[in-house]
């Protein structure tokens, strides 16, 4: 088994959606004991990093982090440069039902600057009509959002409404098709902090080849 870490590096003064203000402020307090750290965080946005989005976010009285259902469900990667990703994109793929859906498009190279709030992919309100159509298990990608920057947000809301819980900021797609093609099978861990009422939260979002 084999674990490959699909999470960005979260820090002190990180951005946040939408990339004009950071999304993490740590701080740490004397306590008065030699050689004792403690930290506390002065800002935390839920929607920083690698983070997962519960159908709370965008549905009023779902299920918030806290009550999202634990799963390590089978994954199926697409590398696509297409901008928007249309729904065209699953065609090859067969039955996709009960599996996570990731989107690899490179965006990550962005990843810790502005850069990567401005321009980046998102998915078609086409593609998440077919994704919930197909009862997937979630939907992932490596830019900040499924949605693009305008908008009513439409492609979280049809997937939040059907409870297919979201996640943003991937990174290391990239390196799991290989060991698809290789006849592994590839599942995903990604558990969101448990507190209640809170609509999203970054994760350890996690690979697991067999």
């Known amino acids: 088994m084999q674990l490959i870490d699909l999470s960005l590096e979260l820090k002190d003064r990180s951005l946040s959606y939408p990339g004009t203000s950071s999304g993490v402020g ?5 306590m008065g004991f030699p050689g004792c750290q403690v930290s506390r965080f002065s800002r935390f946005d839920p929607h920083c990093g690698t983070h997962f989005d519960a159908p709370l976010h965008f549905v009023p009285q779902a299920k918030d982090v806290s009550t999202a259902p634990l799963m390590l469900p089978e994954v199926v990667v697409i590398s696509t440069c297409d901008d928007p990703i249309p729904a065209d994109v699953l065609n090859s793929h067969g039955s996709l039902e009960g599996k996570a859906i990731l989107f690899s498009t490179g965006w990550e190279q962005h990843a810790g600057t502005s850069a990567f709030f401005e321009g980046f992919p998102s998915l078609t309100p086409a593609l998440a009509e077919q994704l919930v159509a197909q009862k997937v298990a979630l939907v992932g990608l490596d830019s900040p959002s499924v949605d693009a920057a305008s908008g009513d947000y439409p492609v ?7 409870g297919i819980p979201i996640l943003e900021g991937l990174i290391n797609l990239h390196f799991l098709p290989s060991h698809m093609e290789a006849g592994s099978r590839v599942r995903l861990a990604a558990f969101p902090l ?6 999203g939260s970054p994760v350890r979002a996690v690979a697991i080849v067999e």
């Open 194 to 199: 448990r507190i209640r009422g809170l609509e």
């Open 26 to 30: 740590l701080e740490q307090l004397d």
């Open 156 to 162: 979280h809301r049809m997937l939040l409404s059907a």
